[in-house]
């Protein structure tokens, strides 16, 4: 059986150690040794779990998910060689993209999360999702037979890159414009608010389609119909951090988009401007 260690014991995190937890043997990694209480909505069970340091912990693991936030990515990172062996497989549990840039000493993937959340103090309340989706290889078809029978799925994806722009594209529209108008899902009902979410989506998908990815013509309407699913008092992410003044995972998915358009020498106004101004919104230190 694999040894697997989950780092972060957030939302996402926590919620994957007790998905995987019956049926392998799970450490859940955090700042500190802790505990955490674990409510599920869809079972309406509540659990505990326990959480150990990271930073104290001694051992290495065949599979290591990261689970902190994109932002908090490099704090993690050197502590991998402590954890890791010659054939430790990383998955990236994060929204975003571009991070496995400082993961290029691992055997790592970009994982995309459907997984829904939230911590709160010492809880954590996992409401839907249960799935990563990750690149298929000889790695990941092995790892996803062996989770075959846990509560969490793995999604095996021939080309992950259109996966990873799809979510982005999804995170871009509405977590821009809730972050930037400081305001829930409703806040699309504003004829402007509307306009300038499908215009990031439509340069969104234009930055896609110059790397590469291959897009459905109908993906703009296809995302805002998403949005116009969604409860009028939806927050994103995103919104909750400008509320809470914490920091923005802006660099991973606006900045992202934003630097492939510029290396595209793309005309991505809206894209650029909403950039800049979410990066103003950023807690100074
Ligand atoms: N929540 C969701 O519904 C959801 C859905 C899809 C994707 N995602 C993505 O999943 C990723 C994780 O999000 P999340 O919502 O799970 O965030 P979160 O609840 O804030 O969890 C991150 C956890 O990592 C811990 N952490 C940060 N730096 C650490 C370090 N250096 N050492 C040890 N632990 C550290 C944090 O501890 P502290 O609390 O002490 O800082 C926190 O417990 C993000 O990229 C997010 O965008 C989230």
New binding site residues.
């Given amino acids: 059986m694999s040894n697997i260690a989950v ?9 994957i150690a007790m998905m995987l937890q019956p049926t392998s043997s799970v450490t859940l ?3 500190q040794d802790a505990t955490r209480i674990y409510d599920d909505w869809e079972t309406q069970t509540q659990q505990t779990i326990d959480v150990q340091s ?2 104290t912990y001694q051992g290495t693991f065949d599979i290591i998910f990261i ?4 932002h ?1 990515l490099p ?2 990172v050197p ?1 991998l060689s402590r954890l890791t062996h010659s054939k430790t497989v990383v998955i990236l ?4 993209y571009g991070q496995l840039d400082l993961l290029a000493d691992y055997q790592a993937y970009q994982g995309v ?7 709160n103090g010492t809880h ?1 309340t996992h ?1 839907r ?1 249960r799935r990563i989706h990750i690149q298929r290889d000889q790695y990941t078809e092995q790892f996803a037979k062996q989770l075959a029978n846990s509560n969490l799925e793995l999604v095996l994806e021939n080309t992950i890159e259109q996966t990873i722009w799809y979510k982005l594209l999804v ?1 871009l529209g509405i977590n821009t414009v809730t972050a930037l108008t400081q305001d829930t899902a409703r806040v699309l009902k504003r004829p402007d608010i509307y306009e300038l979410c499908r215009q990031l989506l439509i340069e969104g998908s234009k930055v896609a389609r110059a790397c590469g990815v291959s897009l459905p013509n109908t993906i703009v309407t296809d995302i805002m119909q998403i949005y116009a699913g969604y409860p009028d008092e939806m927050g994103t ?1 995103m919104y909750y951090d400008v509320k809470n003044q914490q920091p923005l ?1 802006v660099e ?1 998915i606006q900045g992202y988009i934003y630097r492939q358009s510029q290396q595209h020498h793309l005309d991505t106004p809206t894209l650029d401007r909403c950039y800049h101004d979410l990066k103003q919104l950023e807690p100074t230190a």
Wanted: net charge neutral.
């Fill in positions: 780092i972060g014991a957030g939302a996402v995190g926590t919620a990694l955090g700042r990271l930073t689970a902190v936030k994109t908090q704090a993690v502590h549990a994060q929204n975003g999360v459907y997984i829904s959340g939230e911590k954590v409401f999702d995170n992410s995972e991973a």
